[in-house]
């Protein structure tokens, strides 16, 4: 929940108002962006950790300076082997958790 004005107001509604239902092209269009820029905060704090230069980081998965920059700067959602090996580059892992459910 996020106030506006005084007025408690449903982040999901708002976020429906402002890029459209769940299903709809803009949404998908903001989600798209939203885990861009997500992706890029997470691979831009763990380079910056691991005291790596993007010209490292590109040599070392044989790509360029600016690709990395761009993935960075949130333009540029990598593919999912990309991510990986970015991820691996770095010394770090993914790992994928399957949720409990409340039976």
Same mark, same amino acid.
């Given at each position: 929940?996020?106030? @506006? ?6 982040? #999901? ?6 890029? !459209? ?23 831009? @704090? ?12 590109? @040599?070392?998965? =044989?790509?360029? @300076? ?10 540029? =959602?990598? #593919?999912? !082997?990309?991510?990986?090996? *970015? *991820? ?7 790992? *994928? ?7």
């Amino acid at each position: 929940m996020n106030t @506006k004005d005084n007025m408690i107001t449903d982040i #999901s509604a708002e976020l429906d108002n402002e890029f !459209g239902k769940e299903g709809t092209t803009e949404r998908a269009t903001f989600d798209d962006d939203a885990y861009a820029f997500y992706s890029s905060q997470i691979l831009l @704090k763990a380079r910056k950790e691991a005291k790596i230069t993007q010209s490292e980081l590109a @040599k070392k998965i =044989n790509t360029t @300076k600016s690709y990395i920059s761009r993935i960075e700067n949130g333009t540029v =959602n990598p #593919s999912a !082997g990309m991510f990986y090996r *970015i *991820i691996n580059a770095l010394g770090m892992r993914v790992e *994928i958790v399957k949720p409990i459910l409340n039976v």
